[in-house]
């Protein structure tokens, strides 16, 4: 049986400890309990949930994470045991990699993955429409040969350094980025309104499903690179700023298409309307939302010759990037299949 990932999602729970289980109880009753052994992660998606003493410490003996997010999708604390960040040796090479080519490397492997992987997207949702609607059908394998296209352009790109290779990855990050959506809005109901991709603020049921994906999946991340000695906020192709998780913001892009626009995608294609509350996304939706996400992250692909889930891919992603920044083999992009 695979480890578990507890959500917590109602005002008034409480978190604690029994014996050598987690318990979650709410209003005085049990809502469930779950021995520590069983346990990945936590994430806690609600305000005024409380956290005993012995369950915070029993799950950073046990490397279980705890994780909060916000009602809007954004992580915003994160809490594991700080024994994690001790390999110092990857974390030094990390660091020496921004300023030489390795930085390049990565930073070129993770815009070709994310262009290649929104392409298979694009192909994935086009392979029903060919009799359906072949007008559609049609624009989706010419954006997906776009975006090929953009990815070979990369190939030509050369620095020493990656700030001085930033501002041309970006630009073709963004042009793959205006294809990819436009075609997105042809694929969804025309009922959505939806207009394009927003970020940080978004209010429309789209933009905030896919933000509160990200979020989910953004801690997924986090505790992986965590995991494999590196440093959440020392990235490459996200610039450095005070409190950004810059390397998850870059690992995190070669992953979005494949675990939560696949599922926001398809899941408002079967006729899901999403209930707001005001201008974020009502708790029943995020509820659904982060257990479709957390159902996603165990089906598998196929990758490094077998079939793995998809969040054991992500960890291997990061041990495998760890490796690269030790000068202990190559580093290539995760690519979805479809």
Known sequence: MSAQHILVSDRGSFIGKKGERLVVKRGGDLVVEVPFRDLEQVSILSSGVSLSTDAVRECARQGIQLNFVSGSGEPYAKLVSPALTGTVITRREQLLAYLDSRGVEFAKATVAGKLHNQANVLKYFAKHRRQADPDLYGRLYD????????????????AERVDDAREQLLSVEGRGGRVYWELVAGILPPSLGFDGRERRGATDPV??????????LYH???GALSLAGLDPFAGFLHADRAGKPSLVLDMVEVFRQPVVDRVVIAWLNRGYEPEMDGDRLSDST????????????????RFEGAQHRLKTIIQMQCRRLAMF??????????LAGW
Request: hydrophobic share 35%; net charge negative; glycine share 12%.
């Open 325 to 334: 920044l030790r000068g202990e083999g190559h580093y290539r992009p995760y």
């Open 286 to 301: 995020r509820r659904e939302l982060a257990e479709k996400i957390l159902a996603r992250l165990e089906d598998e692909d």
């Open 220 to 222: 997924q991340v986090s």
């Open 143 to 158: 954006g997906a040969g776009k975006l090929e296209a953009l990815r070979e352009e990369l190939m030509g790109l050369t």
């Open 207 to 216: 933009n905030s499903l896919l933000n509160y994906g990200y979020g989910m």
